[in-house]
């Protein structure tokens, strides 16, 4: 429920991960002394909410704590927003079904008095999908969260049916209580659900192996004003247009997935993660390519830049044994930069599957690292990884208290084009706060390749603002800048975050306008009038 969770931040209120005094000292060193903005009460913004403008209605809370847990997301902004109470616009109620025929209620009701729908799943996107936006039209929110179990399985079929609203953590304990899994991790997966990874075009941090969410979603059930668009999970099919594609990336701009089907796989037998260096960034990103287009049988790849492995070796803490360990690079001929700039590069690689797979393929990644001149160094920082691979946002939280903003971007581009727009995003960010004599720190990685190319994802820290419109108007400065230069150089403007309404305003650039007048009549033919989550994925 909501209310075990932070009402203006990510995660558990009871799980914290405080900044080691080197991380601090890092920070301040790189970026500069920072100050923490200040923050507001939950019953100061309860104090905000207006009177709703919804008629009564048994499936409809309008409780105005709950429209304020609703409001807002997990975007940057949505921070500033959250926690220093400048939300702006509240949806005027809160649903939650609790199965298809009351979605199709809720449906029929907002079709009959011209409220304004947003799907909720678990509040994560960062990208602006489920803020309410103010169009004279009363607004409800739709909570899928209690949708939430194993409604069938086809074992023999490795088909599993559950309701959208299954967040990450219990849609595994379902399967794994079966034995199966379905494999999907994005790092929002403690809090995201099902239907939000199908709407958004999730990807997985173990993509390489179980695939990205297109190879998951099977089919399912999308309750719209007309109807229920029911797609079988067939596993192959030339009959004419994949209705999946259609359902996929929509974003809750056509109707409300109700149930989803997705392909599932018997738990592995064995699985790991290692870690290695390689001597450079060139070398780093030879040797993720050969392994993609040799496709070698890896659950995982993570190539970290010069920069961001220079940095996460100094946040990490644990001076005494992060020296021991550039020590033993620097006799093996891998040397961390100590700018960051120049250096070794960290490759995180996991393998999934049977004993058999699992040796073979870890012999031949550990060829590829060899003839690089890499140095590997096992399992003890891949295990790390996995113990903390769903702790970032969390350090999100942390890095707030100090003053300290951290905002990401993620993109993917053909393997000739990786760097240069890689090289290009990070200058731009680094350049973009200048003018304010306010320094930028950014690094990247790859984390999802394939053999045509692979993702970039870029992180990036700053200080806050004197006050809180200040740091709004920071992070909009480097956010424009930055996808711009996504978009005009060659990338798509999300590899798996999706569009929502942050990202809106650059479609047109990579989509064309041709085609953004067909997706946008194709919203048009499921909502005539635009009651369905509007602003989001159309600039509308």
């Known amino acids: 429920m909501s209310e075990t969770r932070r009402w203006n931040g990510w995660g558990h209120p009871d799980t914290d991960y405080p900044l080691p005094g080197e991380a601090l000292a890092f920070l301040n060193q790189h970026i500069g002394q920072a100050k923490a903005l200040p923050g507001v009460t939950l019953e100061e913004v309860v104090k905000q909410v207006p ?3 919804v008629e009564g209605h048994p499936l409809l809370d ?3 704590e709950q429209r304020v847990r609703h409001a807002r997301g997990q975007s940057l902004p949505d921070w500033i927003a959250m926690k220093c109470g400048s939300y702006g616009c509240f949806p005027d109620a809160v649903a939650f079904p609790e199965n298809r025929q009351q979605v199709v209620e809720l449906m029929v009701l907002a079709r009959s008095k011209r409220y304004t729908l947003i799907p909720y799943g678990g509040g994560t996107s960062v990208a602006g999908h489920i803020n309410p936006r103010d169009d ?5 929110t739709v909570d899928m969260g209690r949708m939430n179990r194993l409604i069938a399985i086809d074992k023999q079929s490795q088909i599993a049916t559950f309701g959208a609203g299954v967040a990450g953590p219990a849609l595994e304990s379902q399967l794994r209580g079966q034995n199966f899994t379905l494999g999907h991790y994005p790092q929002s997966f403690e809090l995201s659900t099902l239907g939000g990874w199908v709407a958004s075009r999730s990807s997985g941090q173990q993509s390489l192996h179980y695939g990205r969410i297109e190879q998951l979603f099977a089919g399912g059930k999308l309750e719209s004003f007309d109807g229920c668009l029911e797609i079988a999970p067939i596993p192959a099919s030339a009959a004419g247009m994949d209705l999946r594609e259609l359902v996929m990336g929509s974003e809750g701009r056509i109707g409300i ?11 592995p037998e064995k699985e790991g993660f290692y870690v290695a260096f390689l001597p450079d960034w060139e070398q780093g990103v030879a040797v993720v390519k050969q392994a993609a ?3 070698i049988g890896l659950s995982m790849l993570r190539l970290s830049n010069p920069l961001e492995t220079y940095t996460q070796l100094r946040l990490a803490g644990h001076a005494k044994a992060i020296s021991l360990l550039e020590g033993y690079l620097r006799l093996r001929g891998n040397r ?3 700018g960051g700039k120049e250096g070794a590069t960290m490759l995180t690689f996991g393998i999934t599957g049977s004993k058999p797979q699992h040796r073979s393929a ?19 920082l891949g295990k790390r990884w996995r113990h903390g691979r769903f702790r970032f946002p969390y350090l999100r939280e942390s890095l707030w208290h100090h003053g300290y903003m951290v905002d990401t971007l993620e993109t993917c581009t053909p393997w000739s084009n990786v760097s240069p727009l890689m090289e290009a995003i990070e200058k731009t960010l680094s350049a973009a706060l200048e003018q304010d004599k306010e320094s930028v720190h950014v690094f990247s990685h790859l984390s999802h390749v394939y053999p045509q190319g692979s993702s970039i994802y870029t992180t990036y820290l ?5 006050d809180p419109q200040a740091t709004l108007e920071r992070w909009q400065t480097l956010k424009a800048k930055a996808s711009r230069v996504v978009v005009e150089l060659g990338g798509t403007i999300s590899h798996q975050h999706g569009v929502g309404k942050d990202h809106a305003p650059y479609l047109k650039i990579e989509k064309g306008e041709y085609a953004m007048e067909r997706m946008g009549q194709i919203c048009g033919l499921f909502d005539e009038k635009q009651q369905l989550n509007p602003g989001t994925l159309l600039n509308d």
């Open 336 to 338: 961390v930069g100590e």
């Open 362 to 380: 870890h012999r031949q990644i550990r060829s590829l690292i060899r003839r690089a001149e890499g140095v590997y160094v096992g399992s003890i």
């Open 136 to 140: 004279g039209l009363p607004i409800v």
């Open 462 to 466: 700053f200080r806050a603002g004197p």
């Open 257 to 267: 997935l109700s149930e989803i089907d997705v392909r599932i796989s018997p738990l």
């Open 51 to 53: 009177a709703s403008r």
């Open 62 to 64: 309008t409780s105005p």
């Open 293 to 295: 287009q040799q496709r």
